[in-house]
């Protein structure tokens, strides 16, 4: 019987070896042309606000529709990339053109007609004012002696 040694990194190295064949696979790369791509957004709550930051790199501004309806915020557009085909050379080009949608559902207190919206360096920033009713109210509590 042969003695096998124990190698506790082999699976991560199988798992490693496994997804290097994954990202390189014909159907990954044809992906890269022209496809939907979903942006990545950062989303924060302050006492008197929502903040929505999408990354929108390379997407020009009029490209951009921002709508709120029925307690849904939706952001959608698309983006273009410049598709050249180099003969001699070999040419990759990885960054994501295509269409883009993103949807969030908005809490009840969220102000959607004061909503405001703008662009700078390739981030759109969304401001949502909260109602005025929904801001919160401290309450005293008494001692009941």
Same mark, same amino acid.
């Given at each position: 019987?042969? *003695?096998?040694?124990? /190698?506790?990194?082999?699976?991560?190295?199988?798992?490693? #070896?496994?997804?290097? !064949?994954? $990202? @390189?696979?014909?159907?990954?790369?044809?992906?890269?042309?022209?496809?939907?791509?979903?942006? +990545?957004? &950062? *989303? =924060?709550?302050? !006492? &008197?606000? $929502?903040?929505? @930051? +999408?990354?929108?790199? %390379?997407?020009? =501004?009029?490209?951009?529709?921002?709508? +709120?309806?029925? %307690?849904?915020? !939706? *952001?959608? %557009?698309? /983006?273009?990339?410049?598709?050249?085909?180099?003969?001699?050379?070999?040419?990759? *080009?990885?960054?994501?053109?295509?269409? $883009?949608? #993103?949807? $969030? !559902?908005?809490?009840?207190?969220?102000?959607? &007609?004061?909503?405001? +919206?703008?662009? #700078?360096? %390739?981030?759109?920033?969304?401001?949502?004012?909260?109602?005025?009713?929904?801001?919160? /109210?401290?309450?005293?509590?008494?001692?009941?002696?």
């Amino acid at each position: 019987m042969a *003695i096998q040694r124990y /190698r506790p990194l082999s699976l991560l190295d199988e798992l490693q #070896r496994e997804m290097s !064949t994954l $990202f @390189h696979s014909p159907a990954l790369e044809s992906s890269f042309n022209s496809e939907e791509w979903s942006p +990545a957004v &950062d *989303i =924060s709550e302050d !006492t &008197d606000r $929502f903040v929505i @930051h +999408a990354d929108l790199p %390379g997407v020009k =501004s009029e490209d951009i529709e921002v709508t +709120a309806e029925n %307690g849904v915020l !939706t *952001i959608k %557009g698309q /983006r273009e990339s410049n598709k050249q085909e180099n003969k001699d050379n070999y040419r990759r *080009i990885e960054r994501f053109s295509g269409s $883009f949608i #993103r949807r $969030f !559902t908005l809490p009840e207190r969220a102000d959607l &007609d004061n909503i405001s +919206a703008k662009t #700078r360096d %390739g981030v759109l920033e969304l401001t949502i004012p909260k109602s005025a009713e929904a801001k919160p /109210r401290r309450i005293e509590v008494k001692v009941d002696e």
